[in-house]
């Protein structure tokens, strides 16, 4: 038996393992190529809005269409605009536990929420 028959049923073996190992890498390459791209720009087209946010097109489109998302129209295309997309998925933030004691404490001793005026 010559080398090369003994290491063939390696390689037959091997060749799937390679194959998805090479389609991981080529998946990883175009997310880096999207996330690029969408780096160097600030309007953004509904796809990269949906990459970049990380919602469905369709999601995309009812927020639009409702006047719940900032976008612009062009003439054929929806377009956002990179940073008031960042403002508006950052616009609900959750308060800490100690914001929350910090509040509290300020009510029982003032009798007043912060930021009340009476």
Same mark, same amino acid.
């Not at 990380?54 to 719940?68: A, D, F, N, Q, R």
């Not at 008031?84 to 929420?113: C, D, F, H, P, S």
């Given at each position: 038996?010559?080398?090369?028959?003994?290491?063939?049923?390696?390689?037959?073996?091997?060749?799937?393992?390679?194959?998805?190992?090479?389609?991981?890498?080529? =998946?990883?390459?175009? $997310? +880096?190529?999207?996330l690029s791209l969408i780096a160097a720009k600030t309007a953004l087209?509904?796809? &990269? /809005? !949906?990459?970049?946010?990380?919602?469905?097109?369709?999601?995309?489109?009812?927020?639009?269409?409702?006047?719940?998302i900032p976008h612009y129209k062009g003439l054929k295309f929806v377009y956002f605009? =990179?940073?008031?997309? $960042? +403002?508006?998925?950052?616009?609900?933030?959750?308060?800490?536990?100690?914001?929350?004691?910090? &509040? /509290? !404490?300020?009510?029982?001793?003032?009798?007043?929420?912060?930021?009340?005026?009476?």
């Open positions: 038996m010559s080398p090369a028959e003994i290491l063939l049923p390696d390689f037959r073996y091997a060749l799937p393992k390679y194959k998805k190992m090479e389609e991981k890498i080529l =998946k990883k390459l175009e $997310t +880096l190529e999207k087209t509904l796809e &990269e /809005a !949906a990459f970049f946010t990380g919602l469905s097109k369709s999601i995309l489109y009812k927020k639009t269409h409702l006047k719940e605009n =990179k940073d008031e997309l $960042t +403002l508006w998925m950052l616009q609900n933030r959750v308060k800490t536990n100690n914001e929350i004691e910090a &509040e /509290a !404490a300020t009510y029982v001793v003032t009798g007043k929420k912060k930021g009340a005026t009476a």
